[in-house]
C-alpha cells in the first residue's frame, strides 16, 4: 500500500511539475467595420436596434433560474445557458439553452442540454447535483460548455465538467471532467467567460471553496487537458475571477469579494507578463456585496464590466466603464434599481403588483404578468420577507459590435438586454 501510495504521489508530482511553454493572450478582435462573422453587416443595423431592448430568456414558471452564460453562434444568433430546477442544488437541477434570433428579436424555447442522471451516467460517477455553467468557443470553432457537477458535500466537493459541442450547440459530446489536479480533484467552480490565448489554447477561470477562497487560471489545450495552472489570490475573500485582457501582455483581472472587511470592494490582480507573474490582489474602487460580475474590453480599449456595484445584497445592476484600465470607472447605465424604500417592507399584494410592473416592462408584450409574480414570490420569499435580485450577469459583444446581457432576475428568470455601440456612445457623451 505505502508502495503505491508513492507511486501515485510520484506520478501527480509530475503532472504539477509540467508545465506548457507560456504563450501571450490573444486580445479579441472584431470584425473589420461594415462586417461581422457572416458577411457584411446590414446598413440598417443601427435602425434595427436603435436602443436599449429586454425580454426574457426563459419560459419555466415556478423555479429557481440563475448563472447566465452567453456565446454567439456562427451564425450571428446568440445562444445561451443557465440552470433551473426547484432551488439551488436540489437534484432535479438541469442545465438550459435557448437561442436568440436578432432578426426576429425573439428566444427559441427553451430545452435542456443535460441533467444530473445524465451526466453521472456519462461520468460514470455518482453525481449529486449541478451548478454554473460556462460557455466559450475554442480555436478550432466548436463550443466548450463548463458546468459545475458535486458528488459529495457542499460546493467546496465540486468538480468542473465539460461537453463540446460542433453544430454550436445542437448535439453534444459525452460529458467528461476536466482534471485540474492528480490527487483530490475537487473545489474547482466556474462563473467567468473563457478567453483565448495566442497560441490557440482556452483559458478558463476557476475558483477554489475547499479551506479558503481563492481565485486561479487554467490553461487548456484542445482535448481539455489542464496544461497550465497559476493562483491568482489566497486566503478567503476572492471568487469568481474575470480576465479583462488588454494587449498580449497586460490584463486585468476582476474577483468578486467573499470577505467581511469593509469597505467591501471588487478584488483586483494585474499582469505585464501574459499572466506569468500577477500583482497582489488589492481592493479595486468598485463596490461589491459578494456577488458575482462579469465583462469585456471595447476595441478602443475602454473596459465595461456589469456588476452588483453596491456593498449589501443584489437590489441594483449597473454597468461600469472605465478608460485608464480600471483605475476609476463611471457609471454607464442602471439596469435594475429595487433599492429605493418604496421597495422595501412590501406585503404580499404590494410585491405581487411590484413584479407585474417589473415583468412588463422588461417585456412590453408580456401576458399574464401575474404568473411572473407567482413564480418570483415561490422562489423569493424568505423568514425576512420578499426582496429583489438582479444577479450574475453575463456579457458579450457580438461580431457585428452591439452587445447582449444576461442575468438572473429575482432568481425565477433570466433576463435578456440587448443594446448597440451606438447606444452606448450616446450613453458616454
Not at 444568433?77 to 442545465?95: H, L, S
Not at 463540446?164 to 482534471?179: F, L, P, Q
Not at 437590489?315 to 480600471?326: C, M, P, Y
Not at 438582479?390 to 425565477?412: C, E, K, M, Q, V
Amino acid at each position: 500500500m505505502l508502495g503505491f501510495v508513492l507511486v501515485a504521489f510520484g506520478v501527480g508530482a509530475g503532472k504539477i511539475s509540467h508545465h506548457a511553454p507560456p504563450a501571450a493572450f490573444r486580445p479579441a478582435n472584431p470584425a473589420p467595420a461594415g462586417e461581422t462573422a457572416s458577411g457584411p453587416r446590414p446598413a440598417s443595423a443601427d435602425a434595427v436596434d436603435p436602443g436599449l431592448r429586454s425580454g426574457f430568456v426563459s419560459q419555466r414558471k415556478s423555479v429557481r433560474t440563475h448563472a447566465a452564460s452567453l456565446v454567439e453562434l456562427s451564425g450571428g444568433k446568440i445562444r445561451a445557458f443557465w440552470y433551473a430546477g426547484t432551488d439551488e442544488g436540489t437534484q432535479d437541477v438541469t442545465i438550459q439553452t435557448a437561442v436568440f434570433d436578432p432578426q426576429s428579436g425573439a428566444w427559441s424555447p427553451e430545452r435542456m442540454v443535460t441533467s444530473r442522471e445524465t451526466t453521472q451516467r456519462e461520468l460514470f460517477r455518482y453525481v449529486k447535483k449541478l451548478g454554473n455553467p460556462v460557455a466559450g468557443r475554442a480555436a478550432d470553432g466548436s463550443l466548450w460548455l463548463f458546468y459545475v457537477t458535486v458528488s459529495l458535500g457542499g460546493w467546496a466537493g465540486s468538480s468542473i465538467t465539460t461537453m463540446t459541442s460542433h453544430d454550436d450547440g445542437e448535439t453534444w459530446s459525452r460529458a467528461r471532467r476536466i482534471v485540474t489536479s492528480p490527487f483530490i480533484n475537487v473545489s474547482n467552480l466556474v462563473k467567468g467567460p473563457t478567453f483565448a490565448y495566442a497560441d490557440g489554447t482556452l483559458g478558463l477561470p476557476v475558483h477554489n471553496e475547499f479551506l479558503g477562497k481563492f481565485g486561479e487560471l487554467l490553461r487548456l489545450d484542445a482535448s481539455g487537458a489542464v496544461i497550465g495552472k497559476v493562483r491568482l489570490s489566497s486566503g478567503r475573500s476572492c471568487l469568481q475571477p474575470i480576465v479583462l485582457i488588454q494587449d498580449p501582455n497586460r490584463a486585468l483581472v476582476l474577483m468578486r469579494y467573499a470577505g467581511r472587511i469593509r469597505p467591501k470592494r471588487v478584488m483586483a490582480t494585474t499582469t505585464e507578463n501574459a499572466g506569468l507573474d500577477w500583482t497582489p490582489p488589492a481592493k479595486s474602487p468598485l463596490s461589491n456585496s459578494d456577488s458575482a460580475l462579469t465583462g469585456l474590453v471595447l476595441p478602443d480599449g475602454r473596459m465595461l464590466v456589469v456588476l452588483n456595484d453596491i456593498e449589501e445584497r443584489r437590489e441594483t445592476l449597473s454597468v461600469v466603464i472605465s478608460g485608464d484600465g480600471g483605475s476609476t470607472w463611471k457609471t454607464v447605465f442602471t439596469a435594475e434599481d429595487q433599492s429605493v424604500p418604496e421597495a422595501q417592507g412590501l406585503d404580499d399584494a404590494r410585491y405581487s403588483a411590484a413584479i407585474e410592473r417589473l415583468a412588463q416592462a422588461t417585456n412590453g408584450a408580456a401576458t399574464a404578468a401575474g404568473g411572473y409574480a407567482a413564480s418570483v414570490k415561490q422562489v423569493m420569499y424568505s423568514k425576512q420577507g420578499y426582496s429583489f435580485e438582479f444577479s450574475y450577469p453575463s456579457l458579450i459583444r457580438t461580431s457585428r459590435g452591439d452587445f447582449h446581457l444576461a442575468y438572473t432576475w429575482n432568481a425565477a428568470f433570466t433576463k435578456h438586454v440587448r443594446f448597440s455601440q451606438a447606444w452606448l456612445d450616446r450613453r458616454l457623451e
